[in-house]
């Protein structure tokens, strides 16, 4: 009996000293307070996270705006089955249908009826949607396979009735802005047409009803749906922590990775998990890390496609819109004639080859359980040079075209407040989400495979781990699959020390 006591207190020494290893992860996105959570909740207790920003959240970022919270960054759960932002909440009745936008305005002021306006956004949602034919496609980008599809279509469609023809044509600029904002990119000449994404089934549009995005990160911690469930979470987060080195050792098996941040502050573990988006290993992955990486993981680096879109929260103290008929937002398309013209109706902003960066705002959508608030979504590739822009300028330049393209039916107002995103500006992100490039494709392992690969030590044990949105091979540029990668991170590891 003794014995066996002796036996077990010893067991338990050696058993825990080789069961916690020293974890750091870099980056407290979904991916990194996945990975934390899970880890944490495996007994896993000796885990750092270092954070850039003086938030956790990465690229959620929801913020109180007018009567609810408005999300900077992500806002939808994309579908139900087997995604892990609706497991998390599934059993909380958070989740709300958001309805697309179906109503379509004019540069002209023509009158574009409601039934034509929906007819068109089937088109093209039906056009861009991975169940129609895309597989046919390989080696195609987005862009000439839907413009190819959308001429033909409306050709053959409004043949006969030209009025509608040419409306129909201007329409190809909006439909080239709403691909660049589920695909992320700055042209729909780089993503490829044919791709892995996954959507999941179920509702692919489901929002927060003000509550935020945030609300699944804290499902995470546990801090919702009840507090005092709360993991150690936060005491594991180190804020304003921007790690500019990772020194990795192939030869050691302990304290194999030391960090150093920006603040000269030094770090080091057993292991270390990456989150930082694509963005920042474009930018930096050179200097960062020593030794520098594999070829491959510099290549799948460069192949991953990176862009950025753009959103403005607009707080109108006097709401001159009607919520009351199932509101669902506004689509706008510029005639030639009017963006042309719009160089000197409304000079001030960037210009790109004689176009004003008021032709890259394409819809302007009500935030949800925030009566006061709309949202307006820009895409494309003056993004960069509009992120810079003074705050006077784009509220001037809002009113101007919401005047432009509503003022004959409603009395617009000038915007109280705005708050507005910069997510290619910011050093920590460079960007919104990743997709796949006609490039890419060519390889035989995709590159989002070849990110996630770990670096390993002459053991064969991993050292440097990689998660991340970036990572996933299916449901790269999601907050569902950022979860996953880091949840297979963690569980790497969890497996390992087993
Ligand atoms: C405008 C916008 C809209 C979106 N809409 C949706 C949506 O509707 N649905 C959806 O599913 N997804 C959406 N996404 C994508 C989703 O937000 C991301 O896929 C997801 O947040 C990625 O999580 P991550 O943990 O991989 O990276 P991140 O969220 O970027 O987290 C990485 C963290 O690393 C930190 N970091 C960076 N560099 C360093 C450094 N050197 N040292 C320390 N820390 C560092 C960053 O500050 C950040 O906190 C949207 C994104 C944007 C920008
Ligand atoms: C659009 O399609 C029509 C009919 O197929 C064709 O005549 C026209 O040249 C096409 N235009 C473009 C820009 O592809
Ligand atoms: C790597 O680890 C080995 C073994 O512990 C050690 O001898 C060597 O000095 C380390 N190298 C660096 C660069 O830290
Ligand atoms: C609002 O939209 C819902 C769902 O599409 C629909 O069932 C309902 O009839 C609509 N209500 C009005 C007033 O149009
Ligand atoms: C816009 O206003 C916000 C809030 O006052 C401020 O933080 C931000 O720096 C301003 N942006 C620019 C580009 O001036
Ligand atoms: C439009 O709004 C302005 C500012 O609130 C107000 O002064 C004006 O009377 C309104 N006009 C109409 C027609 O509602």
New binding site residues.
């Given amino acids: 009996m003794k014995l066996l006591k002796l036996f077990l207190v010893v067991f338990l020494q050696i058993y825990s000293t080789s069961a916690t290893p020293s974890v750091l992860i870099v980056g407290a996105g979904p991916a990194g307070i996945a990975a934390a959570t899970r880890l944490l909740s495996n007994g896993h207790t000796n885990v750092r996270l270092l954070e850039a920003e003086n938030r956790v959240g990465g690229r959620v970022d929801s913020v109180f705006f007018g009567e609810a919270y408005v999300d900077l960054g992500a806002e939808s759960c994309h579908g139900t089955k087997d995604n892990a932002v609706y497991e998390l909440v599934k059993d909380f009745d958070v989740l709300r249908h958001t309805e697309t936008p179906t109503k379509i305005y004019h540069s002209s002021r023509r009158t574009i009826d409601e039934e034509f306006s929906q007819e068109l956004v089937e088109i093209i949602a039906s056009i861009y949607s991975p169940d129609g034919h895309r597989d046919e496609v390989e080696g195609k980008s987005v862009g000439q396979y839907c413009m190819d599809k959308f001429n033909s279509t409306i050709f053959e469609r409004y043949q006969e009735r030209p009025e509608k023809l040419e409306v129909a044509k201007s329409s190809t600029e909006l439909f080239h802005h709403i691909v660049l904002g589920f695909e992320g990119a700055f042209s729909w000449f780089e993503p490829s047409a044919k791709n892995d994404y996954t959507e999941c089934d179920g509702d692919l549009e489901l929002n927060w009803n003000g509550f935020g995005y945030k609300t699944v990160l804290e499902a995470l911690t546990r801090k919702f749906p009840n507090p005092s469930d709360q993991l150690p979470f936060d005491q594991t987060v180190l804020l304003n922590k921007e790690v500019v080195k990772v ?1 990795w ?4 098996s302990q304290n ?1 990775v030391m960090v150093i941040c920006s603040d000269h502050s030094s770090f080091t573990a057993d292991h270390l998990i990456w989150t930082p988006s694509i963005g920042v290993l474009k930018e930096r992955h050179q200097k960062i890390f020593v030794p520098r990486l594999p070829k491959e993981k510099r290549e799948a680096i460069k192949e991953i496609g990176f862009g950025a879109v753009m959103k403005v929260a607009m707080y109108f103290k006097r709401r001159w819109w009607t919520p009351e008929t199932n509101f669902t937002g506004f689509h706008f398309i510029w005639s030639d004639h009017d963006a042309n013209l719009l160089r000197k109706e409304f000079p001030e902003g960037p210009l790109k080859e004689g176009r004003s960066w008021l032709t890259e705002l394409f819809s302007v959508v009500p935030a949800p359980n925030n009566p006061h608030v709309l949202v307006a979504w820009l895409t494309g590739d003056m993004i960069p040079e509009i992120e810079s822009m003074a705050n006077d300028t784009m509220i001037q330049g809002l009113e101007f075209a919401l005047k432009k393209f509503l003022g004959h039916e409603y009395n617009i107002t000038k915007p109280d407040a705005i708050i507005r995103t910069y997510w290619h500006t910011n050093a920590h992100f460079r960007g919104s989400y990743s997709f796949q490039t006609v490039q890419a494709r060519k390889n035989k392992i995709t590159a989002e495979v070849e990110l996630a690969v770990p670096l390993l030590n002459k053991d064969g044990r991993p050292i440097v781990q990689f998660a991340g949105e970036a990572s996933h091979p299916y449901f790269y540029s999601t907050v569902h699959g950022a979860i996953e990668t880091g949840y297979r991170e963690a569980d790497r590891l969890i497996n390992l020390y087993k």
Avoid at 249 to 252: A, F, K
């Fill in positions: 020194l050792n192939e030869s050691s194999s």
